[in-house]
């Protein structure tokens, strides 16, 4: 229950193209969807993240859609970069002053000039 | 800016030494401070919650006589390794609850012991 099941393990896409990237839950207490951005060898950085009482949210090239009954959520990066070739990382965090943060098991990016 | 600063960047240890590594909040005060292993292309696995004044609270299967978490102040938090063995070779990354439950990453620390 506590599991974000993240897809697909590796992804290419070539220049100018769009980088689709999928999560899943079954925990219906998480309530902060955050995704994360990882080079090699640094840690994530927030790129965006949305609430489960909205079903998209975009900033610049990112855009994440929920849908909350398919307790499904994911990452569309467009016109995607060569820069964008790294790890991203889904997460869910539960409710509550706990904020802890379940991670997916990652999708290495990589895209091509 | 940075966020978080975690220092050193990488460690090298010999066996059967302990190693401690820092977590630093630079913007704002942090009472939930957490502690983060990755392993070379794996997801980040959480080690434990650190609370400062209090002791930490450790995810199953993390031994916390092993590693020892000290969250003394709002801004600093420390996680020591005790003893370390070769497999604890890894990536350590701290990580701090922000505003709005948003957490932010430090760069990481390698720890390599030989």
């Known amino acids: 229950q506590q599991q974000v099941k993240q897809s697909p393990q590796s992804l290419i896409v070539q220049k100018g193209g769009i980088s689709i990237i999928n999560c899943a839950y079954e925990?219906?207490?998480?309530?902060?969807f955050p995704w994360y951005q990882q080079f090699p060898g640094k840690g994530p950085a927030l790129l965006i993240a949305?609430?489960?009482?909205?079903s998209e949210k975009k900033e610049g090239r990112f855009t994440i859609s929920f849908n909350k009954s398919a307790k499904q959520f994911s990452l569309h990066i467009m016109d995607s970069q060569p820069g964008d070739s790294a790890t991203y990382f889904c997460?869910?965090?539960?409710?509550?002053?706990?904020?802890?943060?379940?991670f997916g098991q990652g999708t290495t990016l990589q895209v091509k000039p | 800016g940075a966020v978080v600063s975690q220092h050193p960047s990488r460690v090298i240890c010999k066996s059967g030494t302990s190693v401690k590594i820092e977590c630093r909040s630079l913007d704002f005060q942090a009472t939930t401070m957490f502690w983060y292993r990755q392993f070379p292309k794996q997801s980040l696995m959480l080690m434990a919650t650190?609370?400062?004044?209090?002791?930490?609270?450790?995810e199953q299967g993390v031994e916390k006589d092993k590693f020892l978490i000290n969250h003394a102040s709002l801004t600093l938090s420390t996680l020591t390794v005790t003893s370390a063995h070769p497999e604890d070779s890894s990536f350590y990354i701290c990580g701090i609850r922000g505003p709005g439950n948003t957490i932010y990453f430090g760069e990481g620390s390698w720890l390599t012991v030989v």
């Open positions: 925990n219906t207490a998480f309530d902060y």
């Open positions: 949305i609430r489960p009482d909205v």
């Open positions: 650190s609370n400062e004044g209090s002791k930490a609270t450790y």
């Open positions: 997460a869910a965090t539960l409710s509550g002053n706990t904020g802890k943060l379940i």
